[in-house]
């Protein structure tokens, strides 16, 4: 089974600062039709999750661009360029390359120092 | 616009079997494209997919709940439902349904509910 492994568990920033969370997974996540199923989440305290990035670093709609995603094979990055007071929440990342099994890691805490 | 709502008892006894119903609307589950699924997430804890399925029947299921889980759909009514038999407290979490864009995962989300597993 694939293993999805974030770092770091709790990520404290100052307003305005950038803010990077890494995301590895145990096998590559290439899939054989040429896409990196790779999504990212945001939830913030007391919400749902929402889906902010899919296939590494194509963001959803009303996403800000402040925030990004990057990487291949088993190493991905999320990175927010200027961390805003309603970015405080914990990120998740999934792979879905591996369907039907869909795998969450673990969750990154980011907070406001 | 999208929408799901989950729905069932907030309260199951240990050993018995827990019942959710989402309620779509905004989409017809029978002519969408996508599947439709649970994760769930412990109180204070990360989040865990439980199984996905789509409107013609085909399931599928995390290997570590599969033996007690199971999925289905009225389409009559836009409705999928989860069973998860012989429930203990590490079952209690707030289950979220959700549809899911293939590999891309999920893209919209029900608010949650909350069930607890206590005698």
């Known amino acids: 089974d694939v293993v999805m492994t974030q770092s770091p568990l709790s990520l404290p920033v100052t307003l305005g600062q950038p803010a990077s969370i890494s995301c590895r997974s145990s096998?590559?996540?290439?899939?054989?039709?040429?896409?990196?199923?790779l999504n990212w989440f945001q939830q913030r305290p007391g919400q749902s999750p929402r889906r902010l990035i899919y296939k590494v670093s194509n963001r959803d709609s009303g996403v800000p661009d402040r925030f990004s995603g990057s990487g291949s094979g088993t190493d991905f990055t999320l990175k927010i360029s200027r961390v805003e007071a309603e970015d405080v929440g914990v990120y998740y990342c999934v792979q879905g390359t591996y369907w039907p099994l869909l795998t969450f890691g673990g969750g990154t805490k980011v907070e406001i120092k | 616009q999208l929408q799901l709502q989950e729905s069932g008892p907030g309260l199951v006894r240990p050993s018995e079997t827990l019942s959710l119903t989402c309620t779509v609307s905004g989409d017809s589950i029978s002519s969408s494209t996508y599947y439709w699924g649970w994760i769930r997430q412990p109180p204070g804890k990360g989040l865990e997919w439980v199984g996905s399925m789509f409107y013609t029947g085909t399931t599928h299921y995390n290997p570590s709940l599969m033996s007690r889980v199971t999925i289905s759909v009225d389409t009559s009514k836009n409705q999928f439902s989860l069973r998860l038999s012989s429930v203990s407290a590490a079952d209690t979490a707030v289950y979220y349904c959700?549809?899911?864009?293939?590999?891309?995962?999920?893209?919209?989300w029900g608010q949650g509910t909350l069930v607890t597993v206590s005698s």
């Open positions: 959700a549809r899911i864009d293939y590999g891309d995962s999920f893209d919209y």
């Open positions: 096998q590559s996540l290439e899939h054989s039709d040429g896409n990196t199923y």
